[in-house]
Nanobody, 124 residues
Framework: QVQLVESGGGLVQAGDSLKLSCAAS????????MGWFRQASGKEREFVAA????????AHRDSMKDRFTISRDNAKNTVYLQMNSLKPEDTAVYYC?????????????????WGQGTQVTVSS
């Protein structure tokens, strides 16, 4: 079983930065891919970024790659999402998740474990 706990969300102003954390436990993660997703109120959950645990290879949603960066700390079993120049439209609940398949990192259905989410609210 895998447990994921997100933290770092909050209320910020447009233009501010936030760094989200996702602490993982329960298994060794060398063969896993970790992903960040977000879901705004009334909208579908969408892919934000993913990182392959074994070598740190990353992927970011095109519309966010200039502002958001995913990273990991192997020693802490923690994945991060650095978010810069935040906009009101970034307001959402942000989730981290785990999948065994790097090739399908974009697809929500491929992720087996999810955290509880952390709220990010960006005021204008």
């Amino acid at each position: 079983q895998v447990q994921l706990v997100e933290s770092g969300g909050g209320l910020v102003q447009a233009g501010d930065s936030l760094k989200l954390s996702c602490a993982a436990s329960g298994r060794t993660f060398n063969s896993y891919t970790m992903g960040w997703f977000r879901q705004a109120s009334g909208k579908e959950r969408e892919f934000v970024a993913a990182i392959r645990w074994s070598d740190g290879n990353t992927a970011h949603r095109d519309s966010m790659k200039d502002r958001f960066t995913i990273s990991r700390d192997n020693a802490k079993n923690t994945v991060y999402l650095q978010m810069n120049s935040l906009k009101p439209e970034d307001t959402a609940v942000y989730y981290c998740a785990v999948t065994l398949s790097w090739n399908n990192y974009y697809y929500i259905s491929r992720y087996s474990y999810w955290g509880q989410g952390t709220q990010v609210t960006v005021s204008s």
